[in-house]
């Protein structure tokens, strides 16, 4: 995806029946983060975001909090997402409202074209409606009768509405979705051509007026559907030269046809541009469910950005969850990350480095030839075009092996013990890194990077500046700590701890045979299967498994993996999971851990036969160091095995995998 002659990059426009979740945060830092990236390319870049607030939420949501004026409510909720936004460090340059006047105007002028042009008639509707959504419903859309998005069953609408010909741009949006980046992920490309090949309908764009949001220009008996109204926003919210560059909206998957299929149409109809990429991200889950204001399970970010800080929670939402695929939201995690990754790696690279240059060059450090072998570590182009494909974790990912090799190459040569000529190549070499770093971490961690260059006692570089042996020298000014540790919370009194080690007999291991595999209803990469663990368990266990890019249906039938069978009950995506299978990964190959030659239910051991614990959990789990090993797996330097044989795996892998 290149640059062209400039970039506009744009969040979804959120309702304001609450305050923003870890989800809509999630969206904006990433959009955040590729603004400033793209700036850092020299790039006029425009970065928009705002709200939706020609909802019917919007009134639902004022009465409940006791507003009289709907337009008071939208101005305060308007200035509290404001807030949140600053907090977090985003640095958007368009903050669009949908009750502004000039939304207004450019939403019934693009209305009123599109119905000049033919595309635009009145008629009767019956059907759907999802007011979670604000969209009709069809029948294939449920689940058992229920939205997939918020488990509420949609009401029967009868209206008189304008429609939108929709059916039209069929074949015009089969093309344009066919486009390779039009719909990023892949997959995600996938699910709108299957869409718009199942044949598209008309849809109805307008709705009784409720005495809130935009009038049909020519008709005050109805309002705009508030998407039809709302998608207008990426015009009314921006000038149009940003319209002939590269222009990426940001979306959840749960909004991905509006994006994707209706708002092309909309603009095929008015004959304006199109965007470059419709880019949808996947969901959090929290206890296994998604995200959402309207299922009650909403994590508030600020209370992460006050308790652990706004570069922490920037950096662990991009570096845990590849962007475009599902994730699960863990502070543990985050503390983790946090821990081993800011403070042990980047934060001891910056005090080490500029500890040794403090204590050795006092009045200064000089530019010095470079250590080649540390610079040729450094790959900015892969950075960049990670970060070109959007593929913003492995982008981070690529910038921590540099940190890394850094830390490696201080414990390789040992500065410390250096003199003269070869301890300034050295240090200067680390401190131009130090630089660099700086440099390639600010649109994740802009915090971060500016405490950074205030130790160096350097400017803000550009992406054109990431070259080791610019700088002609250093007058450092050594500050605090980038990243302090966070400490182990104290237990509360009277708690009962778990044991410092946990042991292989902690786990009930078991030989289990697929009988049954379904697709995950609300998850794209899931898979549904139901297990035979022996007589001696009345009912068939059931478990929700990631492994469906990797087997078909078909072939794991009658398959004998290996259950972690105590493993706690979790609800994934709203479907029970009562245990775990396992498996070794390499990254780009699966293998599950079979046993075809026992019988069902038969325990797993190596030479402990102690009784299991009644449940673990699964950070016990991975706590339990498993390997591959010549095609079977290990613990202790011991072969997992029942009865009659070992635990094998599947298929041919490497040694040294850890199972999961």
Known sequence: MKNKKTFYVTTPIYYINSRPTIGSAYTTIAADIIARWNRLSLTDTFFLTGLDENSSKTVKAAKEKGYQDIQKYADDMAKEWIDVWKKLNIDYDGFIRTTSQKHKKIAQDFFTKSYKKGDI?????????????????????????????????PSKVKEKNYFFKLSKYTKKLLSLVNK????????????IITFVKSGLNDISISRPNNGWGIEVPFDKSQNLWVWFDALYNYKSGVDKKYWKGTVIHLVGKDIQKFHAVTWPAMLLSTGESLPTTIFS?????????????????????????????VDTLRFYLIREIPFGQDGDFSEESLKARHNNELANDLGNLV??????????????????????????????????????????????????????????????????????KELEKHLYTLTESVRVIAILVSPFMPEASEKINKQLNVKSGKLKDCKLGLMKGYKIKKGEILF???????????????KEEIGFEDFDF??????????????????????????????????????????????????????????KKAVIRGVESQGMLLAVSDGKKLSLLTAPKSRNG?????????????????????????????????????YLRTEKEEVVLDKKMKDNLKVS
Request: charged content about 35%; glycine content about 6%.
């Open 121 to 153: 008639y009145f008629g009767d509707y019956e059907g759907l409606y999802c007011y979670g959504c604000e969209e009709f419903k069809r029948e294939t859309d449920l689940v058992k009768g229920l939205c997939p998005y918020h488990q509420t069953e």
């Open 180 to 191: 390779r980046d039009f719909i990023m992920p892949k997959n995600r490309r996938n699910e």
């Open 281 to 309: 991200h996947g969901f959090f889950t929290v206890n296994g469910q998604k995200i959402s204001k309207s299922l009650g399970n909403a994590i508030d970010p600020t209370y992460f950005a006050n308790k652990y800080g």
């Open 351 to 420: 005090s080490r480095v500029l500890t040794l240059v403090d204590n050795n060059f006092k009045n200064g450090l000089k530019k010095s030839p470079l250590d080649k072998k540390l610079i040729s570590k450094l790959n900015i182009k892969n950075i960049d075009s990670h970060m070109q494909k959007l593929e913003l974790q492995q982008a981070l990912n690529e910038t921590w092996k540099f940190i890394n090799e850094c830390n490696k190459h201080i414990n390789d040569e040992k500065p410390w013990e250096l003199k003269g």
């Open 484 to 498: 302090r540790k966070i400490e182990q919370e104290e237990p509360p009194k009277n708690s009962v701890e778990l």
């Open 510 to 567: 078991r030989v289990a045979e697929i009988k049954g595999v379904k697709d995950h209803p609300n998850a794209d990469k899931l898979y549904i299967l139901l297990l035979d663990v022996g007589k001696e368990n009345a009912d068939d266990v059931q478990i929700i498994s990631g492994i469906k890019d990797y087997y078909e249906k078909q072939d794991l039938i009658g398959k004998k993996i290996i259950l972690l069978k105590n493993l």
């Open 602 to 638: 038969e325990r797993i051991f190596i030479d402990l036969r102690e009784k299991a614990k009644n449940v673990v959990e699964i950070k016990d789990f991975e706590r339990l160091n498993l390997l591959s090993k010549n095609g079977k797996i290990i613990y202790t330097n011991k």
